[in-house]
């Protein structure tokens, strides 16, 4: 539904299915090249500061790569208090994470970085999403780990999933708690001429 | 995921597929049995209490045909200030609908009502979200008009599919603004007993 426009080809740089779906729904077109940008040698700072480093040193490593292309890098914390919930590895951290968001309102921060190498451009925006758990019995946490949705997914839910009928609401964007702010991507995006309608 | 407890069956009475991918995503097994309640017979009123008679209405009119099942029906309208969009049924209505919501911020009612007969029991609900609209320019109404997206649906436009990039952010439950508040209508399932985790 919307068509790319001019001669670069536009990739999205990373593995996330939930990022791929975003900009599948958004109706554009693109290759998905991940980047193999290493996160844990990014030193966390402040949490706003660390997701935009991490987007923009992806999407540099596939742009070094694909110097004509547009490269969409993005990475996705979610923070209660000043603590930031990564991915689960086991049940155990899976379970702390899901504790620790019952009843409450948390932060979801994505970073997306926009570059192109030839165009000698680059684009990169922080936006945060508030999100209110309902509060969650034990039974309830057992019953949405024994569903796998956990693992692979910071703060250890899926908004877009089953982890849907955990949310009570959200204050912001939708799409930045899925993985990639939307409207601001496709906004740039649009703007800058890489995609037209 | 989750599955059904008890001898009634579970019947969506409405023919949104919106509604029944939400309840499908949810991991609920249910029908789909739309019900021919005609809309136009209620008197238009409060829209809090509007979306509420419709949703009532609409369950009401197959737990008749079905007695021994639990029942939902469902009826969400847009309000921009007092006035209620409806689907529009024409390009030009469309036009105008996306329009007033350009830049703005709108309100997404739901009422939803689930009851069954032989249990004697019945419980409706209206949920409240706020939707902020990015300002849209002519050409970007007209691309949004050219996708079709916006027909069949109240407000002219799909928060999931192509309208995502037209929302920049909102304020409450996200499925609400699919069409059914899943956190509210699951819990009242849970809690009633209907399904079980």
Redesign the interface.
């Known amino acids: 539904?919307?068509s790319r426009s001019g001669p670069h080809p536009l990739i999205l740089a990373s593995r996330s299915p939930r990022r791929r779906h975003?900009l599948e729904?958004?109706?554009l077109t693109f290759s998905v090249i991940p980047s193999t940008f290493d996160e844990d040698t990014v030193p966390v700072g402040l949490p706003e500061n660390h997701v935009l480093m991490l987007a923009k040193a992806k999407a540099m490593d596939v742009a070094l790569l694909y110097p004509e292309s547009w490269i969409i890098g993005a990475d996705t914390i979610v923070l209660i208090g000043d603590t930031i919930l990564g991915k689960p590895r086991t049940e155990t951290e899976a379970r702390r994470m899901l504790k620790a968001l019952s009843g409450k309102t948390h932060r979801v921060l994505t970073g997306f970085c926009i570059c192109c190498m030839a165009a000698r451009r680059s684009f990169s925006q922080t936006v945060e999403?508030k999100v209110l758990f309902?509060a969650l019995c034990e039974?309830?946490i057992?019953?949405y780990i024994s569903?796998a949705e956990s693992f692979d997914k910071a703060g250890a839910y899926a908004?877009?999933?089953?982890g849907?009928?955990?949310?009570?609401?959200?204050?912001?964007?939708?799409?930045n708690v899925v993985g990639l702010p939307?409207?601001e991507v496709?906004?740039f995006l649009l703007t800058e001429g890489v995609v037209q309608?």
Chains 1, 2 share one sequence.
């Open positions: 539904m919307i975003l729904q958004a109706g999403t309902k039974s309830e057992d019953w569903t908004v877009q999933g089953l849907s009928i955990l949310v009570r609401s959200i204050h912001g964007s939708y799409t939307l409207c496709v906004g309608r």
